[in-house]
């Protein structure tokens, strides 16, 4: 590996490049575009700006906003001083953003001013409430990338010796930012991950991907791992990120068009809305995509297939500073929709335990447990959880039940929490998903199990049909999982939805379906 990937932060990495490539492009924001020596720039000012104001190593700045350039210099300038970032998501509402500001407990808090008619300056001015804040909340105006936001920071001059002892007091293993869970069972929690943790993460990227000068799109939230993964990605390889404020289908291919994006990692739902503009646009310069979230329907792989050259999935989770795993080059589509996530990077550990903590053995089913050094350090203010999230003897457990293949790669079956026993068989709801996704009616599902007094429990399907086909019959679905699965395995109950409720993040809401199939199962008896 190349010196250059051995930088103690992320502001090391956008250093060693700043001197070596001054003038290679950066960053693109709208109409800005910086080169490494004036992205250096830009952060060292802004960094000088926020000990000015009083943020100090291991401080917490919290952040409302979009992807823009803005969040960039602000991220690189807290790596570059030793404090910690924290994301905050525009689409949050209030009592969600408080959640996080309370726990987290930052000491400056800097906001977008508005976003798609949504006014954030009561709600920022709220939030102050919530923490012990060393300024006002900064306010970021207009859609327009710009550096006045830094006017508020601040108001003395910042010797360099300031700037140097900054710089000594940040270690490997201290924080580089915060980012919170889901909630999907139960409050966000915000896992602490390490400056060193994320670089390492980030450097098995880019030697499995053996990409050069990545050169990627940034349009996820900002308070979501895959928001942050562009950044270290980018800079890390000396490539560039073009920002977007937020997904959209037609804008997303006509950036990898015109700025020749060589890397596009996104969700099934961006390729799902992206498949039918595909024609419209010369993609070539793609070298490999990647996707999360399952694998996407047969016809959808195979188009994308013909497009790019190499297409990739993987594992990871927020406390494992991103992927882990990744599948093998050239690996069969026929693998990729079979649930397949690849094998374990280099450097890290696997083993799947059962239900009561006993290793499964090779070529098992059971919960992966994970160790590394890109696991987070805790899950901020909460003690109890980050024991929890660890075995007695120090692996993490991520609540994912895995099936190890013969030849050492890992397929995804579901949550643990997830799981339901019927009849004395385990059932993992993710495997009956794909097979009603697979169905061409059906754009999405979601499985849960409810109580049955002769089985234990039963699978209830909540089906979102697909918006080009006509909407399927509780039948005709019901018939289709029986010529694919077992029969204990078939959902007892079917209901058609318009749209599966979401998260904020954009999982599937399985309390609320949960607490929709227990009532439903209750009027029925």
């Given at each position: 590996?190349?010196?250059?990937?051995?930088?103690?932060?992320?502001?090391?990495?956008?250093?060693?490049?700043?001197?070596?490539?001054?003038?290679?492009?950066?960053?693109i924001?709208?109409?800005?575009?910086?080169?490494y020596?004036?992205?250096?720039?830009?952060?060292?000012?802004?960094?000088?700006?926020l000990?000015?104001?009083?943020v100090?190593?291991?401080?917490?700045?919290?952040?409302?906003?979009?992807?823009?350039?803005?969040?960039?210099?602000?991220?690189?300038?807290?790596?570059?001083?030793?404090?910690?970032?924290?994301?905050?998501?525009?689409?949050?509402?209030?009592?969600e953003?408080?959640?996080?500001?309370?726990d987290?407990?930052?000491?400056?808090?800097?906001?977008?001013?508005?976003?798609?008619?949504?006014?954030?300056?009561?709600?920022?001015?709220e939030?102050?409430?919530?923490?012990?804040?060393?300024?006002?909340?900064?306010?970021?105006?207009?859609?327009?990338?710009?550096?006045?936001?830094?006017a508020?920071?601040?108001?003395?001059?910042?010797?360099?010796?300031?700037?140097?002892?900054?710089?000594?007091a940040?270690?490997p293993?201290?924080?580089?930012?915060i980012?919170?869970?889901?909630?999907?069972?139960?409050?966000?929690?915000?896992?602490?991950?390490?400056?060193?943790?994320?670089?390492?993460?980030?450097?098995?990227?880019?030697?499995?991907?053996?990409?050069?000068?990545?050169?990627?799109?940034?349009?996820?939230?900002?308070?979501?791992?895959?928001?942050?993964a562009?950044?270290?990605?980018?800079?890390?390889?000396?490539?560039?990120?073009?920002?977007?404020?937020?997904?959209?289908?037609?804008?997303?291919l006509?950036?990898?068009?015109?700025?020749?994006?060589?890397?596009?990692?996104g969700?099934?739902?961006?390729?799902?809305?992206?498949?039918?503009?595909?024609?419209?646009?010369?993609?070539?310069?793609?070298?490999?995509?990647?996707?999360?979230?399952?694998?996407p329907?047969r016809?959808?792989?195979?188009?994308?297939?013909?497009?790019?050259?190499?297409?990739f999935?993987?594992?990871?989770?927020?406390?494992?500073?991103?992927a882990?795993?990744?599948?093998?080059?050239?690996?069969?589509?026929?693998?990729?929709?079979?649930?397949?996530?690849g094998?374990?990077?280099?450097?890290?550990?696997?083993?799947?335990?059962?239900?009561?903590?006993?290793?499964?053995?090779?070529?098992?089913?059971?919960?992966?447990e994970?160790?590394?050094?890109?696991?987070?350090?805790?899950?901020?203010?909460q003690?109890?959880a980050?024991?929890?999230?660890?075995?007695?003897?120090?692996?993490?457990?991520?609540?994912d039940?895995?099936?190890?293949?013969?030849d050492?790669t890992?397929?995804?079956?579901?949550?643990?929490?997830?799981t339901?026993?019927s009849?004395?068989?385990?059932?993992?709801?993710?495997?009956?998903?794909?097979?009603?996704?697979?169905h061409?009616?059906?754009?999405?599902a979601?499985?849960v199990?409810?109580?049955?007094?002769?089985?234990?429990?039963?699978?209830?399907?909540?089906?979102?049909?697909?918006?080009?086909?006509?909407?399927?019959?509780?039948?005709?679905?019901?018939?289709?999982?029986?010529?694919?699965?077992?029969?204990?395995?078939?959902?007892?109950?079917?209901?058609l939805?318009?749209?599966?409720?979401?998260?904020?993040?954009?999982?599937v809401?399985?309390?609320?379906?949960?607490?929709?199939?227990?009532q439903?199962?209750?009027r029925r008896?």
């Amino acid at each position: 590996m190349r010196g250059e990937m051995h930088a103690p932060s992320l502001a090391g990495h956008l250093q060693r490049w700043a001197e070596r490539t001054p003038d290679r492009e950066a960053v693109i924001d709208g109409q800005a575009r910086l080169s490494y020596r004036q992205l250096a720039e830009a952060v060292e000012q802004c960094a000088r700006a926020l000990i000015a104001t009083g943020v100090r190593a291991g401080d917490r700045v919290a952040m409302l906003t979009t992807p823009r350039l803005e969040f960039l210099l602000t991220l690189l300038a807290l790596h570059r001083i030793g404090g910690v970032w924290l994301g905050l998501n525009p689409r949050q509402r209030l009592g969600e953003l408080r959640h996080i500001v309370t726990d987290a407990a930052p000491k400056l808090l800097i906001g977008i001013e508005s976003f798609e008619g949504r006014d954030f300056l009561a709600d920022l001015g709220e939030l102050a409430q919530s923490s012990d804040l060393l300024h006002a909340p900064v306010i970021i105006r207009g859609e327009e990338p710009t550096l006045d936001f830094l006017a508020a920071l601040g108001g003395r001059e910042v010797h360099d010796d300031e700037l140097v002892q900054a710089a000594a007091a940040l270690a490997p293993a201290s924080p580089s930012c915060i980012v919170y869970t889901s909630g999907s069972t139960g409050e966000p929690k915000g896992a602490v991950l390490c400056h060193y943790g994320q670089l390492r993460a980030y450097r098995q990227w880019l030697s499995y991907l053996g990409t050069q000068r990545y050169r990627t799109v940034c349009d996820l939230p900002v308070d979501h791992i895959g928001g942050i993964a562009p950044i270290f990605l980018s800079l890390m390889s000396g490539g560039a990120v073009v920002f977007q404020r937020r997904f959209d289908p037609r804008a997303l291919l006509e950036c990898i068009q015109t700025e020749r994006i060589t890397v596009w990692s996104g969700e099934l739902t961006q390729w799902i809305k992206c498949a039918p503009l595909l024609d419209r646009y010369e993609l070539s310069s793609l070298q490999a995509i990647g996707y999360g979230g399952g694998p996407p329907p047969r016809d959808l792989l195979e188009r994308y297939a013909k497009i790019v050259p190499r297409i990739f999935s993987g594992y990871g989770m927020t406390e494992t500073s991103d992927a882990i795993m990744f599948t093998d080059p050239g690996t069969p589509v026929d693998v990729l929709c079979d649930h397949n996530v690849g094998r374990p990077l280099e450097g890290v550990l696997t083993r799947l335990v059962s239900p009561t903590g006993e290793w499964v053995g090779k070529e098992g089913t059971g919960e992966l447990e994970v160790r590394s050094s890109s696991v987070f350090l805790e899950y901020s203010s909460q003690p109890e959880a980050t024991t929890a999230a660890f075995s007695a003897d120090g692996w993490l457990r991520t609540g994912d039940i895995m099936r190890e293949r013969p030849d050492g790669t890992f397929d995804f079956l579901g949550r643990a929490d997830h799981t339901y026993k019927s009849g004395g068989y385990n059932i993992y709801p993710r495997e009956i998903e794909y097979v009603l996704e697979a169905h061409p009616a059906v754009s999405s599902a979601a499985v849960v199990g409810v109580p049955d007094a002769v089985f234990q429990a039963v699978g209830y399907a909540f089906v979102e049909p697909a918006a080009d086909q006509g909407a399927p019959t509780v039948d005709e679905l019901r018939a289709h999982c029986m010529a694919c699965l077992a029969n204990y395995k078939v959902p007892k109950m079917i209901e058609l939805l318009e749209a599966l409720p979401k998260l904020r993040n954009e999982k599937v809401d399985r309390l609320l379906l949960q607490a929709r199939a227990r009532q439903a199962t209750e009027r029925r008896r």
